[in-house]
């Protein structure tokens, strides 16, 4: 009943059957607002006023503003604009004042054909008189078509721009939400060809140095590449598979060194199922294994926490400074990575994520926190 129900009120939103309904009640309020007339009379008259209103209505939002004074033809918007009142009051109070006059000689025609010479109090008496309260009807009426078809004008016009303005503004959002799209298609397609030039080194230099772990290695990447082919197409994925995907990247860097490398990844799930954009933490840990010198000085270290707390996503990475970033002081890291995060973030959760960095002397630290999609 309900689904029957929200179907009858989306189709009466159209405009198909909107604006005709419309119409329609104009034309009972214009009839009863006469009520003190004969039925009949009152919609004729009520029936040449709406038809004046669609008239002025359709060819000023139709014809005139689209074409004169949306172009900046204001002059001729003006004249052809006095033209068509002027014409629709003259004429249609014309037709007005024809359709009075004929129910006023068939009123008296009526009384004349009465079956009594001296007419019964009970008996109902034309509604016109005499010729005096004729001609003030329809000066009356004239005021009244001419007050209307201005409004009706006025209102067209209002209108218009009103409908104007929100289509503009849909088109511009419309616009933006495909720059947008176009944007992370991009950055999207500057991390994986990163990613992958990085892990061809790392199973390269293992080939050469025939490191044991060359084909777990070759078999982790490919899983990695499924990923990030595959399932990173949708625009929100599992956190859950990007967890994973995560630990893999991990366990494949451990294989480039052949020494124990001190990583930590802790990692606090919930047991419902959220939602996260794909490849956004990856970043961030490639370039801590870039800059931390881990694998190669000695108390070299990552530390990386990622939990969900109150529908949030709370990630935080600190790592070593390799000596030749120690030397280079406390420049901010303008690499891919970092910036490609920072844009992602401004387009994914505009005004509804954290992201600090703290650049010291013998840490890097980064903290990124925002709201999850369940």
């Known amino acids: 009943m309900n689904e029957f129900v929200s179907k009858i009120v989306s189709v009466l939103k159209r405009r198909f059957v909107r604006e005709p309904l419309l119409w329609i009640a104009f034309f009972a309020m214009l009839t009863v607002s ?3 007339m004969d039925l009949g009379l009152s919609a004729a ?9 669609i008239l002025l209505f359709y060819v000023n939002t139709l014809v005139l503003m ?9 002059v001729l918007y003006l ?21 009075i006059r004929e ?3 068939f009123a008296v025609a009526e009384e004349e054909q009465s079956l009594l010479d001296i007419q019964l109090p009970s008996e109902t ?9 004729t001609s003030v009807l329809e000066d009356s009426l004239k005021l009244k078509i001419a007050v209307i078809f201005v409004c009706t004008y006025l209102f067209s016009s209002l209108l218009y721009y009103v409908n104007k303005a929100n289509r503009d503004e849909q088109e511009r959002l419309e616009l933006e939400r495909k720059r947008s799209q176009m944007e992370l298609r991009f950055l999207r397609s500057q991390i994986n060809p990163h990613f992958l030039f990085n892990a061809l080194n790392n199973i390269y230099s293992m080939v050469y140095m ?22 990173c197409k949708s625009e929100k994925i599992s956190l859950d598979d990007e967890v994973h995907y995560l630990e893999n990247y991990i366990n494949f860097q451990k294989f480039s060194y052949e020494n124990c490398i001190d990583v930590t990844f802790d990692v606090d799930m919930p047991d419902e199922p959220v939602y996260v954009a794909p490849m956004l933490l990856e970043p961030l840990i490639e370039n801590g294994f870039k800059h931390s010198g881990i ?10 926490k990622l939990a969900v707390k109150d529908g949030r996503l709370l990630f935080e990475m600190k790592n070593s400074k390799g000596k030749k970033k120690k030397e280079g002081g406390s420049k901010k890291r303008d690499g891919v990575g970092l910036k490609n995060v920072e844009q992602r973030l401004r387009l994914l959760y505009p005004d509804a994520h954290k992201f600090e960095l703290d650049d010291k002397e013998d840490a890097f630290c980064v903290k990124l926190e925002f709201e999850l999609e369940r």
């Open 34 to 36: 006469n009520i003190s």
């Open 45 to 53: 008259l009520s029936a040449i006023e709406v038809a004046g209103m």
């Open 66 to 74: 689209p074409r004169l004074l949306v172009k900046h033809k204001v």
């Open 79 to 99: 004249v052809f604009s006095g033209v068509l009142l002027f014409a629709s009051v003259s004429q249609l109070a014309y037709l007005a004042d024809f359709v």
């Open 103 to 105: 129910y006023d000689e």
């Open 125 to 133: 008496r034309p509604f016109f008189e005499d010729d005096d309260r």
């Open 210 to 231: 025939q490191d044991k772990n060359a084909p777990n290695s070759v078999l982790m990447l490919s899983e990695m590449l499924r990923y990030v082919t595959d399932e």
């Open 295 to 304: 694998g190669i000085e000695e108390g070299a270290y990552i530390r990386i």
